[in-house]
């Protein structure tokens, strides 16, 4: 998963969909290295500043890291978003 996150934070549109993952939750299916999961993940009740050290923890260094700003913006735009439509937005490349 830390490869993956790494490979996620890269992009923008990958940032965005991590993020959100946490604040709406997910359901799958998903499709990550060449597996398929189909599982639910529950929102996570956490505070911006909360998300952005645990993102930053799981991406480690040689990534720009996650600011609170970036992780307010993001939540704020995908507020409305059930856990379907998140999985949705999670890049469709194979990350691997
Ligand atoms: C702070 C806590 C958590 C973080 C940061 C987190 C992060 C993530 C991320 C980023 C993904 C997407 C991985 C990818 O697309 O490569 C994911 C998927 C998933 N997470 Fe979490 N998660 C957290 C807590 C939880 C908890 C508490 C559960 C279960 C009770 C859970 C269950 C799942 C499941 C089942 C998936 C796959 C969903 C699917 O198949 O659609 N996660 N998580």
């Keep these: 998963m830390q490869n ?9 549109a ?3 969909y991590v993020v959100l993952a ?3 939750g ?3 299916p998903l ?8 599982g639910v993940m ?3 009740t956490l505070l911006d500043n909360d998300i952005v050290r645990i993102l930053n923890g799981l991406i480690g260094p040689g990534q720009r ?3 609170k700003t970036e992780v307010k913006g993001i939540r ?5 978003l059930d856990s379907v439509r998140t999985g949705q937005l999670r890049p469709k490349a194979e990350v691997r």
């Design 4 to 12: 993956n996150l790494r490979t996620l934070a890269a992009t923008p």
């Design 14 to 16: 990958g940032r965005r």
């Design 22 to 24: 946490i604040t709406q």
């Design 26 to 28: 997910l359901t799958g």
């Design 31 to 38: 499709m990550i290295e060449g597996k398929r999961f189909n």
């Design 42 to 44: 529950p929102a996570q």
């Design 65 to 67: 890291p996650f600011t």
């Design 76 to 80: 704020a735009s995908g507020a409305q």
